[in-house]
């Protein structure tokens, strides 16, 4: 019984301009970015929303499925959408990378949640983590993103929700 190990092979592959129309990629199973270049690999929750090129066309948007995504010191996301289909992103593009998490009580007991959203000048790219991986692809992501090679990526944070409760107490102390 012999164990198959994935090869080390360089490909050339062209980066995604839109994300509705995916490229051969080699098998995810016999092909793998190399080790010292991976910052994240995992299987995400996730969708694509391409954006139109005429405005009055409405954008494509992708199934929400798990999806085997790989997140490179180089400044790529390697996105397969099935086993031998998907895409090349250059995350240094991203304009803004935002990031909302909560808490949730589900059935099974409480978890964090969280939405990575990718802005890319064609189109945003949505992740769903939870719990320990959440810390990890952020990090991933933003560092990926804002290499040095890469011009500056905006990161702005998330604006707190009002709170509509009479009771609310202000986060910051009033001045007197």
């Not at 694509?48 to 085997?68: C, G, H, N």
């Amino acid at each position: 019984m012999s164990v198959h190990q994935p090869l080390e092979r360089h490909e050339a592959l062209q980066l995604a301009k839109g994300f509705n129309k995916f490229i051969p990629l080699p098998h995810v199973r016999r092909w793998k970015v190399h080790q010292t270049d991976v910052l994240h690999r995992g299987t995400v929750l996730s969708f694509l929303r391409t954006k139109s090129s005429f405005f009055l066309l409405p954008d494509d948007i992708s199934s929400l499925k798990s999806r085997q995504i790989t997140v490179t010191s180089h400044g790529y996301m390697v996105v397969y959408e099935d086993e031998d289909r998907g895409l090349i992103v250059n995350l240094r593009a991203a304009s803004h990378v935002f990031c909302t998490a909560d808490k949730y009580k589900g059935f099974k007991g409480p978890y964090t949640r969280c939405h990575i959203k990718i802005r890319l000048p064609r189109g945003n790219i949505h992740l769903f983590v939870r719990d320990a991986e959440i810390h990890k692809w952020t990090c991933a992501i933003m560092k990926a993103s804002s290499s040095a090679s890469s011009p500056a990526t905006k990161i702005e944070p998330i604006p707190p929700i009002p709170s509509t409760s009479h009771h609310a107490t202000p986060c910051c102390p009033t001045q007197r």
